[in-house]
């Protein structure tokens, strides 16, 4: 069982930076490829980038290659570095895992297996 919780969410200007965190509890954290999605209101969850257990392989949605950048630490924490955000951003991001020793390479928000409760990110224009 893992438990995810998520923070740093908050109000931006466009043009302006956020980095959110995901604390992971449970044992063996590095098992764990781990995923960044959101869900704007009235559309879909939507993949944003992917990180591999240790940290050698990122993956990311097009619509944040070169803004965002996706980490991990030995603490348990994940975390997303949003840069030269824009209104299209606003969205509720969650955090989420595969199962243990699957790979980042997945897009499909059911391909996760555990997941945060979400930190709302709103970005102004």
């Known amino acids: 069982q893992v438990q995810l919780v998520e923070s740093g969410g908050g109000l931006v200007q466009a043009g302006g930076s956020l980095r959110l965190s995901c604390a992971a509890s449970?044992?063996?954290?590095?098992?764990?490829?781990m995923g960044w999605f959101r869900q704007a209101p009235g559309k879909e969850r939507e993949f944003v980038a992917s990180i591999s257990g240790g940290g050698g392989a990122t993956y990311y949605a097009d619509s944040v290659k070169g803004r965002f950048t996706i980490s991990r630490d030995n603490a348990k924490k994940s975390y997303l570095q949003m840069n030269t955000l824009k209104p299209e951003d606003t969205a509720v991001y969650y955090c989420?895992?595969?199962?243990?020793?699957?790979?980042?390479?997945?897009?499909?928000?059911?391909?996760?297996?555990?997941w945060g409760q979400g930190t709302q990110v709103t970005v102004s224009s």
């Open positions: 989420a895992t595969r199962p243990p020793y699957y790979s980042a390479n997945a897009y499909l928000s059911h391909e996760y297996q555990y």
């Open positions: 449970g044992s063996t954290f590095s098992s764990y490829a």
